[in-house]
């Protein structure tokens, strides 16, 4: 896989780039699409990369976006209120609408927050009346590993709100998720028999465990990315990650015959993102069944 930046100066006299090998008398957005088919994290800010995406051609945004002090990391501590957070997640998220296809989906992860202070629950109520964007539920991820103070319940949960572009209930790309435990029963109604012998997945999931040792803070584990990828999108479907990290949510979206893109500010972390992503295409083709055209 060729890897470049998407700042790379070219040109426009020639057809390839001597930085990448690209055809760039292609549109900006259709080279950047070539990049999806083996992955690509781009070292950018999610502003300047939303603008390369074309539109209507995004399934699935899984986000993973700054909490807004809710840990002591620089890049969430760096808004001066939580009034000027929202509205700079509202206009990510507006500019994400367009390239969104009309049975396209947002994940977004975020947290419960603390007594006056409730960021992502405030922006879940934002995009409901500031975007055109359907809620559609919340996950309630729970871990393994809790935390709290003696006169408290433990803390041992995230959550992952779901909004779609479309209104209606089944023009959404959905594939029913399955646990590997079987039910035990056809069903309670004889007439609406059950469609699987296995138990389907609620919006409350204990059976994927956070990674103890993260090698970024709020690293999430590519099991979890594994079941929203497979039930939010298709094969071949494009998956963007704004918030990528090191790119686990890459690497999963690719192991499952997925396009993807992503960015993140941190140069280094993008470095290790497409590293894993070339180790994953060189194993696809390899593998017999072959890589995505």
């Given at each position: ?33 070539q ?13 300047e990369?939303?603008?390369r ?57 975020g ?7 409730h ?22 991820w ?12 433990l803390?041992c ?23 590997d ?52 999108s298709n ?54 069944e072959?890589?995505?055209?």
């Amino acid at each position: 896989m060729s890897v470049i930046r998407m700042n790379v100066e070219y040109d426009a006299d020639r057809e390839e780039c001597a930085g990448c090998g690209f055809d760039h008398e292609l549109e900006p957005s259709e080279s950047f699409q070539q990049h999806a088919l083996d992955g690509f994290a781009d070292h950018s800010t999610a502003e300047e990369f939303i603008k390369r995406l074309p539109n209507a051609s995004v399934t699935l945004f899984v986000l993973d976006p700054p909490y807004f002090e809710i840990v002591a990391e620089e890049w969430d501590n760096q808004w001066t209120s939580k009034e000027n957070y929202i509205h700079w997640m509202i206009g990510l998220l507006q500019s994400s609408i367009a390239k969104l296809k009309p049975n396209g989906s947002m994940l977004i992860f975020g947290g419960l927050g603390k007594h006056g202070s409730h960021p992502f629950w405030e922006l879940c109520m934002a995009i409901e009346k500031q975007t055109s964007l359907t809620y559609r539920n919340t996950i309630t991820w729970k871990k393994r590993r809790a935390y709290g103070k003696s006169h408290d319940y433990l803390f041992c949960r995230e959550e992952i709100a779901w909004f779609s572009k479309s209104s209606e209930r089944t023009e959404v790309v959905f594939n029913i998720p399955l646990l590997d435990v079987k039910r035990g029963y056809a069903g309670f109604n004889p007439k609406y028999p059950a469609k699987s012998e296995y138990k389907r997945v609620s919006n409350v999931w204990d059976d994927i465990p956070e990674l103890m040792r993260p090698a970024r803070t709020c690293e999430k584990p590519e099991p979890l990315y594994d079941r929203l990828i497979a039930t939010h999108s298709n094969e071949t479907d494009l998956v963007v990650d704004l918030f990528l990290g090191t790119g686990n949510s890459g690497v999963s979206s690719l192991r499952q015959r997925r396009r993807f893109l992503g960015c993140d500010t941190d140069g280094l972390a993008t470095d290790v993102a497409n590293k894993k992503f070339e180790a994953v295409a060189r194993d696809a083709k390899n593998s017999p069944e072959g890589s995505i055209e």
